[in-house]
């Protein structure tokens, strides 16, 4: 019986995708493990992996095909014995938009599987299309079965052995593809352009990242209780003691950055505060033991947070060198979803635009995020009264008040200034 390979979900956050090419074409033989195709997701472009064996019989999507929703059939793996004319023609999904250049291939009719069965706990289950399809044959319900492929994956072999038990309701087991991120409430696109049909104007279409980057920071703003406290640090001492270290490591081909010590500065300032080192997590707060910190890298058409982790144990010019190699994968859309996914607690540093300074929006699950401004030149008073001149940095940390409460913040955000006003208390 030939077996569905469906659009995959690349990331949690993933609904639907760009088929951006296909590494194999019809006829093909495949083993488990083989590239199938380059799928780009609202991040990043990645290579999607053959999970059986088989010969591919029908590609359904094509190259360049866009919005192609999770679970959707993208091609179809025949086993030994079976033949494309085994596959009836029907309409391809109209989800999908092809590059005007592709050629569209034959669509095949398929009849769609559930692509994760959930277990009692509500935990997804992972099975192949093939186990899917017998155990579905068979009247076998996968929650009752325990994988014996990678990860505990359900194969073939599993649901052969297994004894057949009542198949779940069609309502608990069908798994329709996620629904489009909803997008910020407003005015249509028709109203808006009714306003300005008089005006001249380009219209851009929104990609996958945009379109995320506004569900999920309108979905922050309306469901974080966000508030802010604000602090300016002087940096000359960092700004000293930054350029001997510089000196120091130049043999190496190391160049520490400010954004270097910052990073450095909130991971240990998270284990001196380890309350305020928390995510929320719908109906409680989870505390994290390491340091994951991630850091606001601009991209062209969007954002990416990578998260350097472990930060508190790492040492400067370690950061350094994993944050210059996160930034510049990050700008080539070559970052894996676990490389941008987690932590606690992010930075978005603006300085070098010139910015003084600015609230930044948390990201969902943090519990915190640190807007940077640039540090400048200002008048200050020094200890002894006299009026000086210092390069000072303002800084604001928004907080998620669910997770942290305002002294807690308050103390987060201090051992943030005192870390990065004493440096080489960093090093002990």
């Not at 005015?187 to 380009?202: H, L």
């Not at 490591?249 to 400010?258: C, E, G, N, P, T």
Request: glycine letters at 8%.
């Amino acid at each position: 019986m030939p077996i569905e390979i469906l659009m995959p979900a690349l990331s949690p956050t993933m609904e639907e995708g760009t088929l951006s090419k296909w590494l194999v074409k019809e006829g093909d033989t495949v083993s488990s493990g083989d590239l199938l195709a380059e799928i780009e997701t609202d991040k990043a472009t990645m290579e999607f992996e053959a999970v059986d064996e088989g010969v591919i019989g029908k590609i359904m999507i094509a190259e360049g095909s866009e919005g192609v929703k999770v679970n959707t059939v993208i091609a179809v793996l025949l086993e030994d014995g079976e033949e494309a004319g085994d596959i009836s023609p029907s309409p391809a999904p109209a989800s999908t938009t092809a590059a005007p250049e592709a050629a569209t291939p034959t669509p095949a009719a398929v009849t769609t599987v559930p692509a994760g069965p959930a277990a009692k706990d509500g935990t997804r289950l992972f099975a192949t299309p093939l186990a899917r399809r017998i155990a579905a044959d068979k009247g076998i319900d996968l929650a009752t079965l325990t994988g014996s492929g990678p990860l505990g994956r359900i194969v073939k072999a599993d649901v052969e052995n297994a004894t057949s038990t009542a198949v779940k309701p069609a309502a608990a087991t069908a798994s329709e593809p996620a629904a489009s991120a909803s997008m910020p409430s407003g005015p249509t696109a028709d109203a808006v352009a009714k306003m300005y049909a008089d005006r001249e104007y380009t219209e851009v279409p929104l990609d996958g990242m945009r379109k995320t980057i506004a569900a999920r920071l309108t979905e922050a703003k309306q469901t974080v209780p966000h508030f802010y406290l604000r602090r300016d640090i002087q940096l000359d001492a960092l700004l000293s003691f930054r350029s001997k270290l510089n000196k120091q490591l130049a043999a190496r081909d190391v160049k520490l950055s400010i954004n270097d010590f910052i990073i450095k500065a909130c991971a240990l300032a998270l284990q001196a505060q380890p309350d305020a080192n928390a995510v929320w997590a719908g109906d409680r707060v989870f505390n994290l033991k390491p340091s994951d910190v991630a850091v606001a890298v601009a991209i062209e058409g969007g954002l990416f947070t990578p998260v350097l982790r472990d930060a508190e144990m790492k040492s400067l010019s370690a950061l350094s060198a994993e944050m210059k190699d996160l930034a510049t994968r990050a700008k080539n859309r070559k970052l894996a979803p676990h490389e941008y996914q987690g932590g606690s607690f992010a930075i978005s540093n603006l300085g070098m635009f010139g910015i003084d300074n600015f609230d930044a929006v948390i990201n969902p699950p943090h519990g915190a995020i640190l807007a940077v401004g640039a540090g400048k030149k200002k008048p200050v008073v020094g200890p002894d009264g006299d009026l000086v001149v210092a390069t000072v940095m303002s800084v604001t940390l928004s907080v998620d008040h669910r997770v942290i409460d305002g002294a807690l913040g308050a103390e987060l955000l201090n051992a943030i200034v005192d870390n990065l006003e004493n440096p080489m208390v960093m090093l002990a």
